[in-house]
């Protein structure tokens, strides 16, 4: 087997599993801007677009566990598109079946994870530097260790893949 289909196989497991590693880096929103600045209410540069509804405002009113939470959902639904847009064969749906199973069992290993965070957005400042890095170092173990429970699942579905399917999957954010 060549390099090109291991790494094929690991896309599925890492797109399933390591998506939250890069959302999760910082779970501190930005501080905010300066008053009387644009997004400020009272601001001189106030337009009818911009009513402070945007990603600031949802960050600053959601718990950190409920972001963790809504990153599971996220990526949930993409293993859950890329089932749908592969358009598997009665034969690849058993093998299907076993990368969702081996991956919803890694989701549960993370909710846990999710549910040692604070509850309440107002928690979200208080937290320090070492408890960031505390959860992030527990995500990332949990996070390798649901990898290498998926990698068989996956490697064994990727084996009976067509070729537009490989491609497919190799490249799942394909433009143009």
């Not at 291991?6 to 959302?23: K, N, Q, R, S």
Request: net charge positive; charged share 20%; proline share 9%.
């Amino acid at each position: 087997m060549n390099k090109s289909t291991l790494a094929g196989a690991a896309m599925i497991a890492v797109a399933a599993v390591a998506t939250p590693a890069i959302m999760a880096w910082s779970q501190t929103p930005p501080p905010p801007p300066p008053a009387g600045g644009p997004h400020d209410p009272g601001g001189p540069d106030r337009d009818g677009m911009r009513q402070g509804w945007g990603w600031r405002r949802w960050a600053h009113d959601v718990s950190p566990q409920q972001a963790c939470v809504d990153r599971i959902a996220r990526r949930a639904g993409f293993v859950a598109t890329m089932g749908f847009k592969l358009n598997l064969t009665a034969e690849q749906k058993p093998l299907w079946d076993k990368v969702l199973a081996a991956t919803q069992t890694a989701e549960e290993n993370q909710r846990q994870l999710c549910s040692q965070l604070p509850a309440s957005a107002e928690a979200r400042g208080k937290e320090t530097v070492i408890d960031r890095m505390n959860h992030r170092q527990q995500l990332l173990q949990v996070e390798l260790q649901s990898m290498q429970q998926t990698q068989p699942a996956v490697q064994a579905l990727y084996d009976k893949l067509t070729p537009d399917q490989k491609t497919m999957l190799d490249r799942p954010f394909r433009r143009g």
